[in-house]
C-alpha cells in the first residue's frame, strides 16, 4: 500500500475510480438518470482536477501495484448549513472518502482516515466533519471508532433522489 497526495496528472484515474466506487457502493439506490446527473455534476475529471488545485483541499490516494485502491478528498474550513450551534470556529470536511468494496478491511479506509485526522491537526482545525449515508451502518460504525458522533440529520442529493444523511463530527 503506498499513501500519497493526489497530483492534477492523477484526476484522470481518480474520476472513473471515484464513481466506480461510489456506484458499487449505492448505485442500487438511484435511478440511472440520477446516478448519471451527479456523476455529471460531482464526479468528472475536471472536478478532481480542480479539487487537486485548490490551497484549501487535500486529496490523499492509496494505491497497490500502481493503481487506486482508495482515496479521501477533505476541504479546510468548511462544514454543512445544518451544523447546529455551537459551530467549531475552524473546521475541516472530510468530503469523501472511498475504497471499493473489495478492499474494505483492508486498512485503506483506516489509513486515510488517520491522514484526514493528522492533516485536520495541521490545518489547526478544531472539528472533523462528515456526512454518512442514515443507512451505512458499517461506515458508522467506523467514524464512531474514532470518535465521531452523530450532531444532525441532513439531505443528500443524488440528481432528484434526496438521501437521509446523518452530519457526524469529530472535535480535535
Not at 7 to 32: E, Q, T
Not at 109 to 115: E, Q, S
Not at 125 to 137: G, M, R
Amino acid at each position: 500500500m503506498v499513501l500519497r497526495p493526489a497530483s492534477v496528472s492523477d484526476a484522470a484515474k481518480l474520476a472513473p475510480f471515484a464513481r466506480a466506487a461510489f456506484d458499487a457502493a449505492f448505485g442500487h439506490l438511484y435511478k440511472p438518470e440520477d446516478l448519471q446527473a451527479f456523476f455529471d455534476e460531482w464526479r468528472t475529471e475536471e472536478v478532481y482536477r480542480k479539487a487537486i488545485e485548490r490551497p484549501d483541499v487535500a486529496v490523499q490516494l492509496v494505491e497497490t501495484e500502481g493503481a487506486i485502491a482508495a482515496y479521501c478528498l477533505l476541504v479546510r474550513s468548511s462544514t454543512f448549513d445544518e451544523h447546529p450551534d455551537p459551530r467549531p470556529a475552524n473546521p475541516a470536511l472530510v468530503s469523501q472518502l472511498y475504497c471499493l468494496p473489495a478492499t474494505t478491511g483492508k486498512g485503506y479506509g483506516a489509513a486515510l482516515m488517520d491522514w484526514a485526522i493528522d492533516k485536520a491537526r495541521e490545518w489547526q482545525s478544531d472539528a472533523l466533519t462528515l456526512s454518512v449515508f442514515s443507512e451505512n451502518f458499517g461506515a458508522q460504525r467506523f467514524y464512531q471508532r474514532y470518535g465521531f458522533r452523530h450532531i444532525a440529520d441532513i439531505d443528500f442529493w443524488v440528481g432528484e433522489h434526496r438521501d437521509d444523511e446523518f452530519l457526524y463530527e469529530l472535535r480535535l
